[in-house]
């Protein structure tokens, strides 16, 4: 039974910085490309981050880009997420998921995601 259990959400201002992490049991974690996404109130789940298997691939919403970083440790079964230079818009649950392979959606699709965390609560406050 795959499991996936963020952490390091919380309450900072706008400019800081926080550090997200997901661990993984469950299932063989070095296989799989693992995402983050993130819900606004009232808006739908979106892509935020997705790294490959080896973590040598990356790819990033256009909102995040130069600010967050993904990573991941397959020797720890977990996904990092390094959010830098945090804007109030970033307000939001992150989830972490495992992609589902061969499945015909697009890379920022949560539909492509078959297991996901229960989140973790990032707020930025001005």
């Known amino acids: 039974q795959v499991q996936l259990v963020e952490s390091g959400g919380g309450l900072v201002q706008v400019g800081r910085s926080l550090r997200l992490s997901c661990r993984a049991s469950g299932g063989a974690f070095n296989t799989y490309v693992m995402g983050w996404f993130r819900r606004i109130p009232g808006k739908e789940r979106e892509f935020v981050a997705r790294?490959?298997?080896?973590?040598?691939?990356?790819s990033y919403a256009d909102s995040v880009k130069g600010r967050f970083t993904i990573s991941r440790d397959n020797a720890e079964n977990t996904v990092i997420l390094q959010m830098n230079n945090l804007q109030v818009e970033d307000t939001a649950v992150y989830y972490c998921?495992?992609?589902?392979?061969?499945?015909?959606?697009?890379?920022?699709?949560?539909?492509?995601?078959?297991?996901w965390g229960q989140g973790t609560q990032v707020t930025v406050s001005s």
């Open positions: 790294i490959s298997q080896n973590g040598g691939v990356t």
């Open positions: 998921a495992r992609d589902r392979p061969q499945i015909a959606y697009r890379n920022d699709d949560p539909r492509r995601y078959q297991y």
